[in-house]
């Protein structure tokens, strides 16, 4: 038995199995990709990895059951991230849509021998990843992340009592449910999690750089400089060490994001300002649009359409000796999920100097409110 | 100048004038009373007092102002609480209407030489006790003590960034003012305090002992064994030991909160489950009848109305140069304010074997309804 | 099964018997007993009290034993105190020589029959108290309380990894050893504990109004005010009114301790600046002497002859299969068992008006080296 | 005036000469450069950077003095940090053995405009990198490090009182002067860093890392794939992808490295078991003969002679207003200052396949006493 510091749990012990496959070549990769991606360029400490994260989540998992399967699936929940992480999703889901097959693959090569000698079923291990209590609204992923990027960042908003909300949990075998006890405490990590999307994860300087970066993965794929599945085994480094590699746009993106100077909000409004039904906009083209309007380079314009989350809220309660839903009982909750879309900002970001163009055609293309708006935060 | 270790700020400097205040006898009955009353009854950390809060409150003071009229104030904004703070505060408006005049009499009793040697005008020491920044929605009253509650009960929910919030605010000679990059951790704190009221402030344990112990207190009121005037010299352990010599009432509650072996909820409900307008209702007018209807002695009867709290989350932030009202401009902040109502519970409580025929003799004078409730927190 | 929110360890789990034991009155009293006795009056946040330290070396010693003997040992170590903790502790010695006979009959008093209810040996939990891990140079009391008394001072020299010490060690039904990983948090610990003697525990404040008390009891029993009995019984309320009831030197006493007006150094030098031997000093005759000398009354002056603590750093340690003790294989350790005496200071205290003639007398009397020192820290 | 959230110090804030020096590309390199080196192998959350403990060191040196030199020494001392931080000092060293000037040289070419904009004299910032408060035996490189290093590994060794340290020092313009009453808290650092040292900066995994990245960057140097000059102006990044697109071995030690699969130890003792002067042994030079006589590359053999450090634990303490030496006056650390030389271990390290003919060769070379040692930590 193999114990490993974590600052945010203290000590994690590993059992033989978990040592087995956390000594691959394909786990220790995490070690290399940022949880956070680039939102060190706005909080510096903020320089975590997949890799503790995944402990962490492993850790918890194992609090709430006893099933290996289950705690495997904590484990690997994370193996098929791309470098800095979430930054690479929307691409893969550009070109290929068979994102979670993907993990399936990736598990099988790397890990099913070990597995099996354990007698660990991959299949289940694999399945489990997007169940309860791995995946949900209230799952061990969430909850390790929220605490520890709180930690890294600083950011005292995402603090809540971890611990006293797994004492008032319980995984009834196929969903996690909350005691009445813990409904407090699970509100607490909602409102943290909301919280840390607008200080955090929202801040417009993290998603410029997150879609600067993205933008950049194109074009190589574009280019036939990479394809996703080279993709999905690179760490930070190697996507690090392509860019500056390659002459154009690539070595631009990297540059800015060494120095940190990025493009700047052309556009940032309220979805509800926007007079056009983004969710028929391919953002692409719509950049194509824009820099042809301006007379610039269309890798100068990047448009960015945040998804509409579909957070359920729907952990369950059980009050009364009745499982319910938290958003049916908590007002906190219901309010939370009326908020979520407050949250969310369409944005056009370019170079410095395009600024005012830029503005101006995206407040025309997008028929953009102009009268003076009332912030709402 | 002298240093003071302070658990929540660090080190707290005092200069000449505020450690002459603080070697007062009246200052130093401050370490005697605790801040959270019985609270450590179901928080064993809760032991903390005015005292130490009362030097953080300066101390954020000092960090907003420099006017020393203000800064006096923070440190003196509690030099009139009763034994275990608030719950007495009930009682002296019972019995003496003019509650602020009663600190104006112990600021000028005690500190006013002081204050006058070092030119600090005692009246506006008074003055500012009511005005902001040590009063209002967001003041340093409230950064102070929930952060130090928060701390001391092991609480997590109540944690927010004080410096960042400090950082963020300022002081325009009459108003405290949020700046815009300060608005989530405002909503934070507001958030933080929503929380301690239902985990803390207003859990029924800490409430019962609060109710039983100012019920023992008028009793001794009402049979000449107690003044206003001498309580508000008390401290915790003085009224203590009044209590433990007395024979009848307070003894049987001095040892029922020693032992921990407190009153039951007969009745705990939303308000709006009451049938009865409750503001028309006398709480010792309520027991008498309900202990006549049910043949016991009306001191183990307790008829526990909360005010409803005109908490205005009124805060001001300053957005693209308009100061405006927090709970205009943050969706989080009304939805705190609309279930503000929801904390608050109308609650009946007995010895435990009265339990039983309180609660039905109740239901029936209150007119509470009887259908199963959809519980919402 | 019942939780308790700790500051230190998060939650504490209380099964059926625990909660039986601490509901009982003679449990319940230890809330009204600072850990601490009078630090309060240097650290404004140490007002924690036996009773939360009492759950927090349980919770450590369930992690380390299953024995239920042990737990309840540590649950009930800390029943015998008297108020204001340690304070009391000499004077007990001084008029009853039988300290743990007396803990053992409070246990049988109080405890006995729930203890055998559960099938718990009451004789083997007396037993235990003296015992490995509850007692010893490294044991679960040390463990908690020098974390928790960092907490609540404020003072972060005391803070060490509690949990990788845990952790690293196991108890072999006998004795407590620690593995080889562990010996660097034994190290820190005794470091700390090092630390917080001379932050806290030592502090010179501290001491004086503690042996101020110490007197003011010695007064209260010599004039049969006060027994042995009661004291054991009494908590902080009940000693506090008996002073303030009093009319001579203990009521001089608390009206001290209440306005922190303290008696000063007239003397406060190292033991190997002490020309006689202290060990055959009696402090309450070496009193008198000076007191005569300076014409003053005996009550005023204090001799404080520290006890040379037989701590003896011996923690086991196993290394390399091999059981040693700590300060064989540790210079860390062998170090701080040197400096042990360093910490050590004899003192005489007394009002301020007689500091000069009472340092006087004593430097004469206790034939202290008068060159200038060289400190030595 | 901008603010920086930082996970130690809180909030930072940045004046415009600051933020115009953190805004350079060679600024912004350190946020590339891992404090820590490969720590991050033993303790995964330390993957902080050289970026925020700059901005921490000027954090505190702006807390210490006025000056504008020191406080811009402090926020660029760490300018001419290699990759992966104290990695490199080795091989420059060998290499170039003009460290400093070198250091000038990347401060004059990159923020002598900067700092003459702001009448800064970038001369007297050079100098007072190498001087008091920047460098010294306590500092403000050191003050920010320790408690940094000990967040991000989760080692509570470190944590000491900063705050209160700082607030007990002054520097009187020449050298930083602890005050008599922050003596303990220096102690306490200087044990934290004394603990540090044995938990992190010393762990054998991390030092094996180092010395096998060492080993390949020399390599590449002699095989003319890299200059000093290249080296210090490169991050993280870049020595990775020149080590990944390498073909020998610096491909070999990056694959080491990204796998967790590297070198175990032959030799591990104490300096004073080994029977040859090692001062005058010539690392290289060993491994050569150790290859040679085991038949195996060379490049397989590393030979870790550690340098005996000058600390010299002489920070000043003002007492009883005389300036003196803090290793004269406090036996703490004195025992520290006789203990560093039991931290250091003489290792060689080989692959695993090699361990036991290296390590015979070994014992033979050096002379190694082979009695079984009795450990003394």
């Known amino acids: 038995m193999k114990i490993v510091q974590d600052t945010i749990h203290g000590t994690i012990k590993l059992e033989e199995w978990q040592l087995e496959i956390i000594d691959t070549a394909a786990f220790q990769r995490l070690r290399r990709i940022k949880q956070l991606g680039f939102a060190n360029l706005v909080y510096p400490g903020a320089n975590h990895t997949r890799f503790e994260h995944s402990l962490g989540a492993m850790h918890l998992a194992r609090k709430l059951v006893e099933d290996e399967e289950v705690v495997a699936a904590a484990l690997l929940h ?64 969430r ?80 280019n036939d400089m990479l394809s996703i599945e080279e993709l999905q085994k690179m760490d930070d480094y190697d996507v690090v060490a392509l860019m500056r590699r390659s002459e154009r746009f690539p070595k631009f993106v990297i540059q800015s994001l060494d120095r940190r100077d990025l493009f700047k909000r052309a556009v940032y409004v ?54 319910r839903r938290l958003d049916e009982v908590s007002k906190i909750v219901q309010t939370l999920k009326s908020l979520q879309s407050e949250l969310l900002k369409f944005g056009v970001y370019t170079k410095k100097e395009y600024v005012d163009k830029v503005q101006k055609a995206a407040y025309d293309i997008f028929n953009i409110e102009k009268t003076r708006q009332k912030k709402l935060f």
Chains 1, 2, 3, 4 share one sequence.
């Open 78 to 141: 994370d193996i098929g991230h791309t470098p800095f992480s979430h930054s690479g999703e929307k691409v893969i889901e550009r070109y290929a849509r068979r994102r979670h097959e993907d993990v399936k693959g990736i598990i099988k090569e790397n890990f099913e021998e070990i597995l099996d000698k354990y007698g660990i079923d991959v299949k289940k291990v694999v399945k489990k990843i997007k169940e309860s209590p791995v995946s949900g609204d209230i799952d061990v992923d």
């Open 143 to 222: 909850m390790d992340y929220l605490v520890r990027d709180s930690y890294y960042t600083g950011v005292a908003y995402g603090v809540f009592d971890v611990q006293r909300l797994i004492e008032k949990m319980y995984f009834d075998g196929k969903r996690l449910v909350i005691e009445e006890g813990g409904i407090r405490a699970a509100e607490s990590m909602l409102v943290s999690r909301f919280m840390m999307y607008s200080a955090v994860y929202y801040h417009h300087v993290c998603r410029i750089a997150k879609k600067m970066f993205e933008k950049a993965l194109v074009w190589m794929i574009e």
């Open 270 to 323: 309220s979805l509800d300002k926007v007079g056009v039904n983004l969710k028929k906009v391919k953002p692409w083209r719509a950049e194509q649009i824009i820099a042809e309007e301006c007379g610039i380079d269309e890798n100068f314009v990047i448009v960015d359409i945040p998804e509409e989350r579909s957070e359920e809220y729907g952990a369950l309660v059980e009050m009364e000796g009745e499982v």
